[in-house]
């Protein structure tokens, strides 16, 4: 019988690269002749470019280009008779400006240094239009999106909660966040001829990439050649092609030279996306002794003039807890802002943090444990979909989370608890996000020594794909790690989704595990043995003695009809215990304990560390993170890391991750549901709501700065 | 929308192959024309002026960077980041801000640690700068790597260069006495992953290791 390798420990297959500095990053490949492209941001919020003085940047020392709406070759995607029409922005297509720091030039250069300072020369004049950015002026001018998930939702009656016998009705606010990956999205393009273009850039998926740059150059896919093999960090910035990495390629084509486009830190928080401030209202109602009668969720966000963004924000309220009635609304707010994208734990964690306050006030108002309240509504089937789970272990991980965090210290009374000068309280927040499978495929190569490569269009933004890949073929296989080795990051290998959504392991993982069952069984039949033995396999002697050079085999993997008669998702509890310190309002986070159903898990190393980065996120949603717009100006005033605060190691605690790891029966064969989103999702609500615990001050804004506690 | 203008690229110039010098050309270009000798002019004209001036304008700058001595001529804005990425291609050394807010730049000057985005490289003339790729011993890793790698204290590794650098130089600085005061002195050095405790776990156990560091 093969050992089980799924579930060891095993380190990162690409550690010694990365503590090394031996990891290629997409702005780290040296092409001769390369130039430096730098953009130029509008000074304005809403109007039209009419004109863009070039003539000094233009001739300042090492300049190649300045292109600008005025000269720029245009984009085949991005007109109107396009086969494929580029959504979104179309940068340097036309000269309206739709938000402040909207690129109106780039300027390509010998060096970083002369296009930087070359860019500073450029000098545009405009015609200025009123503009909105005031989300709060503006929020009755929402809409309701257009895409069907999106619209009202009725379960049983609207607005119940409105009769319930103790209710609780409230706002909570949910601040503009952005991603800020600590690599700065970079773009490296060089054409071949007029018809195939080779691109480095900062991407979540090489495929999706390929699919948008060919459309927008009219290319045939296959003379797209995307690599991302290292990727630093994204969170959600790098799902889609951005208007400034199609600038890059086209800027490459004009010069006739490789170009790089590096943004600067500050233009990351106006051109790749945001978390979107979103103003909830959740009301709930139940009966005295805790029965959910009704849920109501509505929810504003905001979103660009030029793009609709959505995400499911109050879609967490439909399924998470049992109710006879739930509405929700969700409405957009276009403004004159960049557009949003989806951040770590997307629109769920926004709507979690609004639903799972709003649940832990109602366990005050009834005088219930907030663990109790979410055991008495319990949702055993999913009532949205009137599906059953395919798996949910929840009741096992509010167990374990308040064993681990010591719940039984917990006061039910509110700043009673002291250590020293210091209040102590405890909260629970839970979350849940879909699991998804997407098609995937995979490409097995068994080399006459035995070992294996097997190769997949997946990309790694951080949570190890490549290692937890290695480990499930080494359990199917049942050899050592160590033999084999996995490439991603490139689109020319067999294609595979996008890496979001937490669906990675179950895509990609699959056909990886899929792959290798076929080789296994097409080793079987060439020893004329059974297609199922279980057999051990001596790789190398079975090749030598069928005198094979190598055996090559290649497999798409999806999942089955059976998928769509459940609903299927990863579950987490997040405790926290916080000290707050009732003078100042420094809250310290003492502990975190984030405790998940998330199906088998195949790498316990890389997936604690997956759990607690997403735990670190959660803490800066809760405690530090909010970009600002002067709205006087139409500005982030504060795009930088000195004024927009991530949290740094002196504000993380030692954080725990527990699974329960129990494999789904249903979604893949592996079991494994996904852990990216769920390790941030309910983590602000369990730190907003131990505050409360610790100082009976309800946070409603986040993120909960000193300031708010300080009555 | 007004006329389409001449795309950006001056005619008949090969940019790469040398560089314009902008004061006769630009505003002054006229000016030159009714008051130089014709010699002048025709100099401009085949950029000698510009690779006159190009020479002028870099600084030479010697410094040792991995124990090998480099001999290098840089303009005085670049950053000593820059001139280890795009010049050196020692590229494990990261850009995160280019504003001395992260730390993803950190390097060793003279054995301190140092955000090279921030230093200016003519101001490191024969001064002895470690990067990340000069910290192993040959195939042997720094203690610290290994520590890195066996407590993951890392996910997509762009900040790992300058934590690990910043790592190395802490327990030296004698910063790293305690779980809390790590986390302080580490705190110039975000990680978007949020590797934190991970990395506080690999530093601890350097420090009591009492290896070399
Ligand atoms: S790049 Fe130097 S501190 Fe951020
Ligand atoms: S490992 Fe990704 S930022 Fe630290």
Redesign the interface.
């Given at each position: 019988m093969k050992k089980d390798t799924i579930g060891e420990p095993l380190?990162?297959v690409?550690?010694?690269?990365?503590?090394?500095?031996?990891?290629?990053?997409s702005g780290?490949y040296?092409f001769p002749?390369l130039?430096y492209a730098v953009l130029v941001p509008a000074t304005i919020v809403n109007g039209t470019v009419?004109?863009v003085d070039?003539?000094?940047?233009?001739?300042?020392?090492?300049?190649?280009?300045?292109?600008?709406?005025?000269?720029a070759?245009k984009v085949p995607g991005y007109q109107p008779d396009a086969k494929k029409p580029v959504k979104g922005l179309k940068l340097f297509n036309?000269?309206q400006v739709h938000f402040n720091g909207q690129p109106i030039a780039l300027v390509i250069?010998?060096?970083?240094?002369r296009a930087t300072?070359a860019a500073t020369l450029v000098k545009a004049t405009y015609q200025v239009q009123p503009f909105e950015t005031d989300f709060r002026k503006n929020i009755d001018k929402g809409v309701t999106p257009n895409a069907g998930k999106y619209k009202d939702y009725v379960r049983g009656e609207a607005d119940a909660y409105k009769n319930a016998q103790v209710k609780i009705e409230q706002e909570y606010i949910q601040p503009s966040e952005m991603h800020?990956?600590?690599?700065?999205h970079v773009t490296t393009a060089y054409w071949e001829g007029d018809n195939k273009v080779t691109v480095y850039t900062k991407s979540q998926g090489v495929m999706s990439s390929q699919r948008a740059i060919a459309a927008a150059f009219n290319l045939e896919p296959q003379n797209v050649l995307i690599n991302a093999r290292?990727?630093?960090?994204a969170?959600g910035s790098s799902l889609r092609t951005w208007p400034h990495e199609i600038a890059a390629v086209q800027a490459a084509k004009?010069?006739k030279?490789p170009v790089k486009l590096?943004l600067?830190?500050e233009q990351m928080f106006t051109l790749v996306g945001y978390r979107p401030l979103t103003i909830q209202k959740i009301g709930l109602g139940a009966t005295a002794d805790g029965k959910l009668t009704g849920i109501t969720h509505e929810s504003h966000s905001q979103t660009a003039v030029y793009e609709e963004f959505t995400e499911n924000a109050v879609n967490v309220s439909r399924f998470l807890y049992q109710s006879p009635n739930v509405n929700t609304r969700y409405k957009v707010v276009p403004l004159h802002i960049g557009v949003p994208a989806p951040m770590r734990g997307p629109g769920e964690s926004t709507g979690a943090y609004a639903l799972e306050s709003a649940l832990d006030e109602l366990s005050y108002a009834l005088n219930i444990d907030p663990i109790e309240l979410r055991l008495r509504n319990y949702a055993d089937i999913d009532q949205e979909r009137n599906l059953p789970w395919s798996s949910k272990h929840l009741k096992e991980c509010y167990q374990l989370g308040a064993d681990r965090i010591g719940w039984a210290n917990r006061s039910p009374k509110p700043g009673t608890i002291k250590d020293g000068d210091w209040l102590v309280g405890y909260g629970i927040g839970c979350g849940a996000f879909g699991a998804y499978r997407g098609h995937a495929e995979a490409k097995l190569k068994l080399m006459a020594d035995g070992s294996i490569n097997i190769q997949s269009a997946t990309t790694d933004?951080?949570?190890?794909t490549n290692t937890a890949m290695i480990v499930i073929a080494a359990d199917v296989l049942g050899m050592p790690a160590e033999k084999i080795t996995f490439d991603l990051g490139n689109s020319s290998l067999p294609p595979a989704p996008t890496q979001g959504g937490s669906s990675t392991v179950s895509s990609v993982g699959s056909a990886v595990h899929d792959v290798c069952v076929a080789l296994r069984q097409k080793l079987y039949t060439l020893q004329g043995k059974p297609r199922d033995s279980m057999d051990e396999i001596d790789y190398a002697a079975v090749i030598k003695e069928q005198n094979l050079p190598y055996l090559e085999i290649s497999v798409g993997s999806e999942s089955g009809d059976n998928a769509k008669n459940y609903s299927m998702y990863s579950f987490s509890a997040h405790f926290a215990k916080v000290y707050v310190h009732p003078l100042t309002g420094v809250v310290k986070i003492k502990n975190l304990i984030a405790v998940v159903d998330a199906g088998k898990i195949v790498n316990q190393?890389?997936a604690?560390?997956?759990m607690?980065?997403?735990?670190?996120?959660g803490i800066g949603m809760a405690m530090t993170e909010e970009a600002i717009i002067d709205n006087r100006f139409g500005r982030y005033i504060n795009g930088?890391?000195?004024d927009y605060h991530?949290?740094?190691?002196?504000d993380?605690?030692?954080?725990e991750a527990v699974f329960i790891n129990k494999p789904d029966p249903v979604i893949n064969p592996v079991g494994t549901k996904g852990i990216g989103e769920i390790s941030l999702i309910g983590v602000a609500p369990a730190i907003a709501n131990a505050v409360f615990n610790a100082t009976g001050i309800r946070v409603r804004d986040l993120p909960i700065t000193p300031d708010k506690l300080l009555s | 929308?007004?006329?389409?203008?001449?795309?950006?690229?001056?005619e008949n110039e090969n940019?790469?192959s040398g560089?314009?010098?902008?004061f006769l050309?630009?505003s002054g270009f006229l000016t030159a024309v009714a008051l130089t000798p014709i010699g002048i002019v025709k100099a401009a004209e085949s950029h000698l002026d510009?690779k006159v001036?190009?020479f002028f304008?870099k600084m030479p700058l010697k410094m040792e960077v991995n124990g090998v001595s480099h001999q290098l001529s840089v303009?005085p804005?670049?950053t000593l980041l820059?001139v280890l990425?795009?010049q050196l291609?020692?590229?494990?050394?990261?850009?995160?801000?280019?504003?001395g807010?992260?730390g993803?730049c950190t390097v060793h000057v003279n054995g301190k640690r140092v955000n090279s985005c921030l230093s200016l490289a003519i101001t490191n003339n024969n001064k002895t700068i470690t990067?990340?790729?000069g910290?192993?011993d040959g195939d042997e890793?720094h203690p610290m790597?290994?520590a890195?790698?066996?407590h993951?204290g890392?996910?997509?590794?762009?900040?790992?260069?300058g934590q690990?650098m910043s790592a190395v130089a802490c327990i030296h600085e004698g910063h790293a006495g305690s779980e809390t005061e790590?986390?302080?002195f580490?705190?110039?050095?975000?990680?978007?992953?949020?590797?934190?405790?991970?990395?506080?776990n690999a530093i601890q156990e350097v420090s009591k290791g009492g290896n070399k560091a």
């Open positions: 380190s990162r690409d550690g010694r690269l990365k503590v090394t500095g031996g990891a290629k990053y780290e040296k002749g130039t009419t004109a070039i003539k000094a940047a233009k001739y300042a020392p090492g300049v190649l280009a300045v292109i600008t709406p005025f000269n070759e036309d000269n250069a010998d060096t970083f240094e300072y800020n990956p600590m690599e700065l290292f990727v630093g960090g969170f004009f010069v030279h590096t600067t830190r933004i951080g949570p190890g190393k890389t604690a560390s997956q607690k980065g997403g735990a670190v996120g930088n890391f000195a991530v949290p740094v190691n002196a993380i605690p030692q954080i | 929308m007004p006329e389409k203008e001449t795309p950006g690229v001056p940019i790469l560089t314009r010098r902008d050309k630009q510009e001036a190009a304008e303009e804005r670049s820059e990425r795009e291609d020692l590229t494990g050394t990261k850009k995160g801000c280019d504003r807010q992260c993803a990067t990340i790729e910290l192993a890793l790597q290994q890195f790698i066996d993951d890392f996910q997509c590794g762009y900040c790992t260069s690990i790590i986390r302080e580490m705190s110039g050095n975000i990680c978007r992953c949020g590797a934190y405790p991970n990395i506080v």
